[in-house]
C-alpha cells in the first residue's frame, strides 16, 4: 500500500451522529401561538385584534414564519427560534391584513 492509498482510505471513514430536535407538539402550538400573537400585537404598537384573533394570527403566522425561515435558509430549532418564527410570521401576516383592511392604527 503506497502513501496514497492509506491517505485516501484514512478520508474514507464514516462517523455516524444523532442530534435530538424539538418539534413543538399540539399544546406547545397553541403556547406559541398565544406568545407570538401577543408579542405580534406588541410589536406592531396596534390595539390588537383582540385576544382570538391576536391567537389564530399567531397560529397562522407560525406556519407563514417557518415558510419564510426555510426560504432563506434560516435553521429554527427550539422553543425559542419557533417563537422566533411564529412572531416574524405574524407581523408579515398583520401587515397584510392591515394593507388588505386600510387600517393603519
Not at 496514497?4 to 482510505?9: I, K, N
Not at 405574524?90 to 392604527?105: F, K, P, Q, S
Amino acid at each position: 500500500m503506497n502513501a496514497t492509498a492509506v491517505l485516501l482510505t484514512a478520508f474514507e471513514q464514516r462517523h455516524d451522529v444523532f442530534a435530538g430536535v424539538w418539534t413543538p407538539g399540539f399544546l406547545s402550538t397553541i403556547v406559541l401561538g398565544m406568545l407570538a400573537g401577543w408579542l405580534t400585537g406588541v410589536l406592531t404598537r396596534g390595539r390588537g385584534y383582540g385576544c382570538i384573533v391576536d391567537v389564530i394570527l399567531g397560529l397562522i403566522g407560525a406556519f407563514i414564519g417557518r415558510w419564510i425561515f426555510m426560504k432563506l435558509g434560516i435553521a429554527v430549532f427550539g422553543f425559542i427560534g419557533n417563537l422566533a418564527a411564529a412572531v416574524v410570521g405574524a407581523v408579515v401576516l398583520v401587515a397584510i391584513v392591515r394593507m388588505i383592511a386600510g387600517t393603519t392604527d
